[in-house]
């Protein structure tokens, strides 16, 4: 095929990014769609399956338009997602039975903590590299399992299929053809056992999920289906790369052999660390979960998950309607030289790592006569910093190796005040690239590698290129101190509940 272009779906937590890929690498098209939240009750996180699907095709529509691209030219699709979300629809009408339960969800927090006293939480982690946290899609699906009525009497005649949104998107692109996952996204559901590599009876049986609701997994590099069906592209086109948001962005960053690591701010805030064929078990906090080689194989990394980062700024807009756009963060943050004592601690749905806390929620320290809303924006900013320091901590005791640089990416990268933050706080070096939609370029790269587009490190390289390096400013003595302030935040906060 002539100038081929691979079509990258990202669908994210808070919307669907699209992005239409050259040979070179190069972004050609870029399409945004935003997604509805919603908030049934507290701690309650839910995504309508209908709507994630419309964002997509929203988003590619975009994209293509953009591109001034032929469709014809589509090579191949991939697609990187929100890992941890469970769907689960009726195979014959292919509608959703409920709404997608989102990976900020926080209702089945006491029957982890239950699972947790029955002492089960080792041998979970043993064979799926997490911990016992209603983070993962198990207990979810578990939840709907248990309080939808007819749903097991449909798995038994075959009819349920269970899916991260990898899973959903696969099954409407191929109009219901496939039902397949990949490695990575299935060793978040906390039903998949990481060293042998496939789904564990014994986690099925203790979470009440039938066999015959679940995914086949395959390669996150090379094809799971073709196209079918659409208006939007042509049919035949392979759906060549799938791969979580996470491991997508690791891949994207080409952070594809052990000692790479990088950083998402996006939604939540996750950082990676490649550790190749090891598997580290943690000690310190962190998860073990599956990330890709050089050619999309599976190979391991040790991740700290954030649940809330640039969420944190939405906030701010949405609920205190402090900002009117996330992006004006940066320009109200200039406007004052630090937070004048303000830290914030944005658990709103909980703390994740290091301190897998869900019963946590989120709290301003400090606050003066004379804080003014700079203040409490600077502090928003700032805790995407702090959050990211625990994580950096974290990996240097499990790993045994200090952080020598960071490689970023995400919405909130984009913001200098932060980055500048952020080296000047772990005192490295932060090294952000051109694309900072690495998540989706990760995708693009895996599909296009599964086809044939580009076959060597090289090849794949040309899209990984660096716009900016931030470098410290400071000294060690300026970082402990203001690592202090938000330990002692987080002690306090802890300590109240």
Known sequence: MRDPLVLAIDQGTTGSTVLVIDARGRVRGRGYAELSQHFPRPGWVEHDGREIWHSVLSATLKALGNARARRSQIAAIGITNQRETALLWDRESGRPVARAIVWQDRRTAERCAALKRAGLEAEVRRRTGLVLDPYFSATKLEWLFRNLSGLKALARRGRLAFGTVDSWLLWKLTAGRVHAT????????????????????????LFGIPASVLPRVLPSSGEFGRTHGLALVPGGIPIAGIAGDQQAALFGQGCVTAGHSKNTYGTGCFMLLHTGAERVASRAGLLTTVACGPR??????????????????QWLRDGLQVLKRAGDSEAIARRVGDTGGVVMVPAFVGLGAPYWRPDARGALFGLTRGTTRAHIVRAALESLAFQTRDLVEAMARDAGRRVTSLRVDGGAATNNVLMQYQADLLGVPIERPQVVETTALGAGLLAGLGV????????????????????PREGRAWREREYRRWQRAVAALLAMR
């Open 182 to 205: 990949d490695p990575t996204n299935a060793s978040r559901t906390l039903l998949y056992h990481i060293g042998r590599r496939r789904w564990d009876e014994r986690l099925l049986d």
């Open 452 to 471: 044939g587009i580009w076959s060597t490190r090289r090849d794949l390289d040309r899209g990984r290129r660096i716009e900016r390096v931030f470098r």
């Open 296 to 313: 999309g194989e599976p190979t391991y990394a040790l991740e700290g998950s954030v649940f809330i980062a640039g969420a944190a700024l």
